[in-house]
């Protein structure tokens, strides 16, 4: 029973970064626990922000906090290794390749592809480092979308904060703070309406755009079959013309017409002859 108690509890012991239990146990200020290998190389990555943050919690500290090294944690965990209990392997590591996003919180060079970003954390996490922003409150209300490698061109350079609001004044977006700012008094909306406002104008714009396509369709058909009405017209007026033509053509020839004649084909094939006559009204 006591083993099973251990085995129950062993994921308490494993450090959040290398997903492994611990090694070297170290506590920060907020009360984590982390390897000290884990959490002093998550903090050398945060050297050039010049702010120091709990990978967990986010809490953030000014200056490089001193690692407290947990006795009570190191002796759990060695008796955990004494009874053979070891962390529960991690699920298949997917490894970020050329053009994917890498998760900002695997340590060591070689680290896996990032799933979502956090537009409130700034960071980017792989499956494993992205549980905590399921399981504990504090990140319940921080927005995630499909991990990008452009998170700071959605953060204010200004302010650093998350540009959510659209200065209609200006046509750009801007943060809470600019609103305060030099955006003071200026015309603005939320991000997300301005967004939605511009789709429904596209599909506006779509829409119209479709309708003068079909127009210009309807009267190109027109226009096709207009012209197709004039050949037919032209044909009908020529043999018409031709019939006329011959008709006369006979009722000035008079008794001198008869088919019987042998000299009819002679006479037929004078000058106004139907296939002259066709020849003529084609030219």
């Known amino acids: ?41 998550c903090w050398d990555q945060d050297v050039l922000k010049g702010v120091y943050s709990c990978p967990q919690c986010r809490q953030t500290f000014t200056s490089r906090p001193i690692l407290t090294k947990s006795n009570l944690l190191a002796e759990v965990v060695e008796k955990l290794k004494k009874t053979g209990v070891q ?25 896996q592809k990032a799933l979502m970003s956090c537009l409130a954390c700034l960071a980017s996490y792989c499956d494993p480092h992205l549980q905590p922003h399921y399981e504990f409150p504090g990140f319940k209300k921080h927005k995630l979308v499909k991990a990008t490698a452009q ?40 991000a997300a309406a301005e967004r939605t406002e511009k789709q429904r104008q596209l599909g506006m714009s779509q829409q119209k755009v479709q309708q003068r396509f079909q127009e210009r369709e309807k009267e190109l058909k027109e226009l096709q079959q207009a012209v197709e009405s004039l050949k037919v017209s032209i044909v009908d007026q020529r043999r018409h013309t031709i019939s ?17 004649d042998p000299t009819v084909g002679n006479r037929l094939s004078g000058p106004l002859s139907e296939n002259r006559l066709l020849n003529v009204t084609d030219g």
């Open 151 to 190: 998170l700071q061109e959605k953060i204010c350079s200004h302010h650093d904060k998350l540009l959510e609001v659209y200065c209609r004044t200006d046509q750009q977006c801007i943060c809470l703070m600019c609103t305060m700012d030099e955006h003071k008094g200026h015309d603005t909306v939320s």
């Open 1 to 41: 029973m006591a083993q099973q108690g251990v085995l129950l509890d062993q994921d308490q012991f494993c450090c959040s970064v290398c997903l492994d239990l611990l090694k070297e146990p170290v506590t920060i200020p907020c009360g984590h626990s982390y390897c000290r290998s884990c959490i002093e190389d």
């Open 87 to 111: 962390a529960a392997p991690p699920p298949a590591l997917c490894y970020a390749g050329p053009g994917d996003v890498v998760c900002d919180f695997c340590p060591g060079t070689r680290k």
């Open 244 to 260: 006329l033509l011959s008709s006369s053509q006979r009722e000035r020839e008079g008794p001198l017409f008869n088919p019987t």
